[in-house]
């Protein structure tokens, strides 16, 4: 298959050692790849014998006229020339996109590919328990368990408890502090009641518990100093119940709850922190029981001043590797926010280790902030260099106004006069602004494009954003 590839000269040589090995032609065009117009690739095509042509996926003109014409198919390579070789060793399984530059399609089409195949995993899987529709144990994915902590004193606990579900958790665990009585549990829970997905309570009091058992499908945490108090009680509600250790081993407390008539019970040996004893707690979890193991990685998480998604998918890797079944994770503090998308990202990573040693290229990562890989773009040309300093003079004001930004509900938020813009990409809100005349200045111009990308970037990963301020 003979292949048309038109590059810039900037990135010739790139594009070149890319092409070595496959029927390509390397012709090119411009300085800059981008450039390409329609009617110059038209003339080469015409030169030539192809049987397909991919141009620079930051290519913007539209071929379709070309293809038309010219009868040959022509596509959206990568964005950037460096990425080309891996997009040329993948036409053979892989399609590529005449709207969608390369790499993005590829990648979504593998992250399309590895959603597929989590479906057919979970629906093919074995289980030991089924809880309100999830599965449990076997060979089914870690279930994530999210807590929203002091759940009487929430202000919006159904919103709550829907964005956890929406962030991908399996089951929602509503936590009650010492200072909750047996009516707030009930109020809580029958605020929730008529929420599809498992909930879980989480208490060791037995007077809190019986409140919510008329709704918990699970209880957090059973042991020997409240199970002959409210045992009877969990097994005649039908929920299931975390055992942990207490005054007796956590193998004497799971025979104790076994003996109450509980049919569904998850063995916590209790994961400690980091400081406190984690690599010598994870030796109770080689203890093999008769029932599913849980995981509670959010306590090493809230416990470590470090970012949550390199934490979160390093404890989801070990829980894979002692057969948990449940992994419980919070977002009580600011660090730890997006740790329940993070963590179910984390988990089916995991369950996406079925014909490979390692959890890596499958079609979702949790890398965020840092790449996978690193672009090696051309050195610039230039003939001549100008080094900037600070600007001189005193900073000038728009007359048509001050903008004043802001992030509202993961929107961009942008006031002038009592007007508000408000979108979720930088340069929509932007473009609207322009549009509206609010602007008549170029340094302020450049001004907004900074504030409101680095708004969007906020918004993107989480953070929080002053206008001014630094990123």
């Given amino acids: ?5 038109p590059t810039g000269a900037a990135t010739y040589a790139v594009v070149l050692e890319a092409a070595k090995g496959f029927d390509a032609e390397v012709v090119v065009t411009g300085e800059i790849a981008s450039f390409l ?8 095509i015409k030169k030539g014998e192809y049987d397909m042509v991919i141009v ?3 290519v913007t003109a539209s071929f379709q006229p070309v293809e038309v014409e010219t009868g040959i198919p022509i596509y959206l390579g ?3 020339a460096a990425d080309l070789g891996r997009v040329l060793s993948s036409l053979d399984t892989l399609p590529l996109s005449r709207s969608v530059p390369a790499d993005d399609f590829i990648a979504k089409v593998k992250y399309g590919e590895a959603c597929r195949k ?35 004193r929430h202000e919006n606990l159904k919103t709550a408890v829907h964005q956890a579900f929406r962030s991908g958790a399996d089951i929602v665990d509503l936590g009650f502090g010492f200072d909750a009585t047996a009516d707030d549990v009930t109020q809580c829970f029958s605020l929730v009641a008529d929420v599809p997905g498992p909930l879980a309570i989480d208490t060791q009091d037995p007077a809190l518990i019986s409140a919510g058992l008329f709704r918990a499908d699970l209880v957090l945490s059973l042991h020997d100093g409240n199970i002959p108090v409210i045992g009877k009680a969990v097994a005649d509600a039908g929920a299931a119940a975390v055992v942990v250790p207490y005054q007796q081993s956590l193998e004497e407390n799971l025979l104790l709850a076994e003996q109450t008539g509980i049919s569904c019970l998850i063995a916590d040996p209790l994961l400690q922190p980091v400081g406190s004893g984690l ?18 990685a959010g306590n090493v998480v809230e416990l470590l001043d470090a970012d949550s998604p390199g934490m979160n998918a390093l404890l989801a890797g070990m829980a894979k590797e002692i057969g948990a079944s449940v992994i419980f994770t919070s977002e009580h503090s600011d660090k730890t926010k997006g740790s329940v998308r993070e963590m179910r990202t984390a988990t089916e990573m995991m369950a996406l280790v079925t014909d490979r040693p390692y959890p890596k290229d499958l079609g979702i990562d949790l890398l965020i902030l840092k790449e996978k890989r690193r672009r090696r773009e051309p050195p610039l040309s230039y003939r001549s260099l100008t080094r900037a300093s600070l600007p001189d003079g005193e900073l000038r004001y728009d007359p048509k106004g001050n903008f004043r930004i802001g992030v509202e ?4 938020v942008a006031v002038i006069n009592g007007r508000a813009v408000k979108g979720r990409l930088w340069i929509d809100v932007f473009d609207l602004i322009l549009k509206s005349g609010d602007v008549s200045l170029l340094d302020h111009a450049a001004y907004l494009g900074k504030e409101l990308y680095k708004a ?16």
């Fill in 279 to 296: 690599v010598s707690s994870l030796s109770a979890f080689s203890e093999r029981f008769r029932y599913p193991f849980f995981f509670g």
């Fill in 1 to 5: 298959m003979r292949i048309l590839l």
């Fill in 118 to 152: 989590l479906d057919e995993l979970e629906w093919g899987a074995s289980y030991d328990y089924v809880i309100r529709g999830i599965k449990i144990g076997g060979t089914s994915r870690i279930k994530v368990l999210a807590e929203i902590m002091d759940a009487h």
């Fill in 37 to 44: 117009t329609p009617a110059t690739l038209r003339d080469l």
């Fill in 409 to 412: 509900d993961d929107h961009i």
């Fill in 456 to 471: 969007e970037l906020a918004i993107r990963f989480g953070r929080s954003f002053e206008q001014d301020g630094d990123f």
């Fill in 56 to 58: 620079s996926g930051m």
């Fill in 78 to 80: 990568p964005r950037h």
